[in-house]
């Protein structure tokens, strides 16, 4: 099992910055891929981004890219996600993931494990 817990949301100005982390424990977090995915308010759970095991690979969804950034510090069982040039369409909660695999996808039901959570709210 590995236990994921996000922080780092909360109210912010549309152009303003959020960086939201996801601290990992139990399973070594080095093994598995990251996602961070976010659902707003009648929508469906939908892909932000994702990282490879080692940080050396990210993705990201056109919708974010350019504004967002994905990494991680194994060393500190850490993965972050900064969030530049908020909209506010970036409204939602977002939540970080876990894959054990060395080529992450992007569908969250492939994901093994999930963080509960944690709201970002962009004002216009």
């Known amino acids: 099992q590995v236990q994921l817990v996000e922080s780092g949301g909360g109210l912010v100005q549309a152009g303003g910055s959020l960086r939201l982390s996801c601290a990992a424990s139990g399973r070594t977090f080095s093994n598995y891929a990251m996602g961070w995915f976010r659902q707003a308010p009648g929508k469906e759970r939908e892909f932000v981004a994702t990282?490879?095991?080692?940080?050396?690979?990210?993705s990201y969804a056109d919708s974010v890219k350019g504004r967002f950034t994905i990494s991680r510090d194994n060393a500190k069982n850490t993965g972050y996600l900064q969030m530049n040039s908020l909209k506010p369409e970036d409204t939602a909660v977002y939540y970080c993931?876990?894959?054990?695999?060395?080529?992450?996808?992007?569908?969250?039901?492939?994901?093994?494990?999930w963080g509960q959570g944690t709201q970002v709210i962009v004002s216009s």
């Open positions: 990282i490879t095991w080692s940080g050396g690979g990210t």
């Open positions: 993931a876990a894959q054990r695999t060395v080529v992450p996808t992007t569908w969250s039901a492939q994901y093994d494990f």
